[in-house]
């Protein structure tokens, strides 16, 4: 199963059915995802209604918060192939489920605090900004083939504190108060507070979501080595795409010529000659669906072959190294054993030769104590 970037929507790994966790990079956003790939062991679900005031109304025509309403809240229970079980909660734009209980899913989630790169002293997670360590972003489900995007579960009173009208207006009272008392002490002031507040808001905006998220996207160099397979996955993906458009289409034109071989057996069945240009309409109708769908088939063996070669690009790149690395380790292994072999040898022999020695000297030392005697 291809999975897509949550945020480019282009293929970036392939969910097999042995795979369980694994972390993808995007060669376009430069941003690392964990995908857990099992099957859905328990899903509860309810519908949740959130009562919006009139001033996030208007913070939200003005464009200031954009977050979307959630309509469902979800917990579900995804077990991998290995067997571990990892519990995800996230909510839902509306009430319909993503994905049912017993179908093989994968969730694409925000990259993990423990897979980062060292910058110096910084520890920079190329995580996709705005979202917390292993937060859901996606869900794919594996037997619809469904990209369902989620949203983060609300929290109670989970408000942003600077946005509540019962702290802001307060506070810019507050400080319009200040600067209308600090004219008494100095005219120029207010002006400085006010310069000082706007740089630091500026300051710290800039910082968050422009010179941050730039440092924790992947160096360009990382991600090139990835671009190609990707570029593979996205023609993959297009040829499955188009492959299975074939495929209803083939079954309609089969579910057609079936009537048509119906049609043409009654009307030689009945055997009127007032039948017969009728006869010949249908067998033509006939003779076009039967080359149509064989054009239809041979195309699908075509795209089907060109898959193929893909996913021997794709497996080549990724299991094959491993398999070499495991035939490497092996063959290290076996140099081991044959070393200690061989030395275990050698201490026979040595063992052995010294044994030899002695008797020899036991057998030399003999005569001379005979002689004595």
């Known amino acids: 199963m291809i999975v897509r970037c949550p945020n480019c929507m282009i293929a970036i790994a392939v969910a097999q059915p042995q795979d369980g966790v694994q972390v993808a990079s995007c060669s376009k956003c430069r941003y690392q995802y964990e995908l857990v790939s099992g099957d859905i062991v328990s899903i509860d679900s309810e519908e949740i209604s959130m009562d919006i005031s009139a001033w996030e109304k208007a913070l939200r025509f003005l464009q200031i918060m954009k977050e979307n309403i959630p309509a469902a809240l979800h917990s579900i229970v995804v077990r991998t192939p290995s067997g571990t079980a990892r519990t995800h909660k996230f909510a839902t734009k509306t009430v319909e489920l993503p994905a049912q209980e017993g179908e093989r899913v994968t969730i694409s989630l925000a990259a993990p605090s423990n897979v980062y790169r060292e910058m110096g002293p910084l520890r920079l997670s190329a995580r996709s900004p705005g979202f917390d360590p292993e937060e859901p972003i996606c869900l794919t489900n594996h037997t619809s083939g469904q990209v369902s995007q989620l949203l983060r579960a609300p929290v109670k009173n989970g408000g942003s504190f600077f946005l509540n009208p019962f702290v802001l207006f307060p506070t810019l009272a507050l400080l319009a108060t200040g600067d209308a008392a600090s004219v008494i002490i100095d005219p120029s002031l207010p002006r400085l507070i006010s310069v000082a507040a706007v740089a630091s808001l500026a300051v710290g905006t800039t910082m968050n979501h422009v010179l941050l998220p730039e440092l924790r996207k992947l160096p360009r160099r990382t991600v090139d080595v990835v671009a190609l397979k990707q570029q593979l996955l996205s023609q993959y993906d297009l040829l499955q795409t188009r492959i299975k458009d074939l495929r209803q289409a083939a079954e309609k034109e089969v579910w057609m010529l079936a009537r ?87 201490e026979r022999w040595r063992l052995q030769a010294e044994a030899n020695d002695e008797v020899e000297r036991l057998l030399n030392s003999q005569p001379a104590s005979n002689e004595r005697v």
Do not use: F, T, W
């Open 260 to 346: 048509m071989c119906q049609l043409e057996n009654k009307i030689v069945a009945v055997g009127e000659p007032c039948y017969r240009a009728r006869q010949g309409r249908v067998k033509r109708v006939r003779e076009s669906l039967e080359n149509s769908l064989l054009a239809r088939i041979e195309l699908i063996d075509s795209y089907a072959k060109i898959s193929s070669m893909i996913e021997i690009e794709v497996e080549m790149d990724s299991d094959v190294l491993a398999a070499e690395a495991v035939s490497n380790a092996e063959s290290i292994a076996e140099q081991i054993q044959q070393i200690m072999e061989i030395e275990n040898l050698e």
